[in-house]
């Protein structure tokens, strides 16, 4: 029998996606709580993590409320399907360059700066 969470989490994304035929949630419970594994088709990862993460931060907000009406920690593990069409991270970018020191002004000698 499928639980509340399990039920909640696939239709969430089940409507977020464009392949939603591909959507499989597993669930397993141990002594840390509830454990969703979440498998999507790769070209749905995009949508599923938002920018910067913040669908998968909402989806995981939403599953933590679902847990407390059932008196259970409920995670959420999004699992990165072979072939997603996330690219590499950027490099974080490199400090610039200092600039070689000028050579002395004769006007600003003068002027005393």
């Known amino acids: 029998m499928e639980e509340k969470d399990q039920v909640f989490l696939e239709y969430l994304v089940k409507n977020i996606v464009d392949h939603p035929e591909s959507v499989q949630v597993e669930r397993k419970v141990d002594e840390m709580g509830v454990l969703l594994t979440l498998k999507v088709h790769p070209e749905d990862m995009g949508q599923v993590v938002g920018r910067q993460g913040a669908?998968?931060?909402?989806?995981?907000t939403?599953?933590?409320?679902v847990g407390i009406k059932?008196?259970?920690?409920?995670?959420?593990k999004i699992e990165e399907p072979e072939g997603s069409t996330r690219g590499?991270?950027?490099?974080a970018p490199e400090a610039p360059a200092v600039a070689p020191a000028?050579?002395?002004?004769?006007i600003a000698d003068e002027i005393k700066l």
Not at 70 to 76: D, F, G, I, T
Not at 88 to 91: F, G, H, Q
């Open 55 to 60: 669908t998968a931060r909402s989806i995981r």
């Open 62 to 65: 939403l599953l933590r409320i």
């Open 70 to 76: 059932s008196n259970a920690r409920v995670n959420l």
């Open 88 to 91: 590499p991270r950027a490099a």
């Open 102 to 106: 000028e050579e002395p002004d004769p």
